[in-house]
C-alpha cells in the first residue's frame, strides 16, 4: 500500500486537470484525479507491483509516477500524451514510469479503468502499437495504489 511520495510535482487545480483531460479527450478516473489534486505524482514508497503474465518478470517497480507541470520532462504527463499523440490508442492513459523504462497506464478503452503495464520494448523504434504488450496489473486506480508492496 502506497505510504508516500517522494518529490511531488508543485500543486495543480481542478481547472488544470480539467484542461488537461478535455485536451485529450479524456474522463478521468475519480481516483486518479484526486491522486493529482492531491500529489501530482512523485515516486512511490514502496514501489514495487505485480504483473500478471508477463514473462519472467511477475513484477514492477515505479520510478515515478507523472504529473502535469513536472520539472523533469520524461515525467510531464502532458509532454507525454503531446508526444504519444496518435501512436497510441486513444484512452490509454500513461500514469508512471518503471526503473526499465516501461510505463504503467489506465485502459479507459472499453469503459473500465484497468490498470496495466505497458512493456514498451516492442515500441521503441518503430512506435507501432501492440495491445500484445500490455499487462495486467488490478481492476482499477484505488486497487493499483493498495497493491504498491517493498520488494
Known amino acids: 500500500m502506497l505510504r508516500q511520495l517522494l518529490q511531488p510535482n508543485p500543486p495543480i487545480d481542478a481547472g488544470q486537470l480539467l484542461a488537461f483531460g478535455v485536451r485529450y479527450n479524456l474522463d478521468l478516473p475519480l481516483a486518479y484525479r484526486n491522486f493529482l489534486l492531491r500529489n501530482n505524482g512523485g515516486q512511490p514508497v514502496p514501489a514495487a507491483f505485480p504483473i500478471k503474465g508477463f514473462p519472467d518478470n511477475p513484477e514492477g517497480v515505479i520510478q515515478a509516477f507523472f ?13 507525454i500524451m503531446t508526444e504519444l499523440t496518435d501512436r497510441i490508442p486513444k484512452g490509454i492513459l500513461p500514469i508512471a514510469c518503471t526503473d526499465g523504462d516501461d510505463f504503467v497506464c489506465i485502459d479507459l478503452r472499453k469503459g473500465g479503468e484497468p490498470v496495466v503495464f505497458w512493456d514498451r520494448k516492442p515500441f521503441w523504434g518503430n ?5 500484445d504488450e500490455l499487462y495486467p496489473v488490478t481492476g482499477n486506480f484505488e486497487s493499483f495504489l493498495n497493491k504498491l508492496h517493498d520488494l
Open 67 to 79: 504529473g502535469l507541470n513536472a520539472s523533469i520532462p520524461t515525467e510531464n504527463l502532458d509532454k
Open 127 to 131: 512506435n507501432v502499437w501492440s495491445d
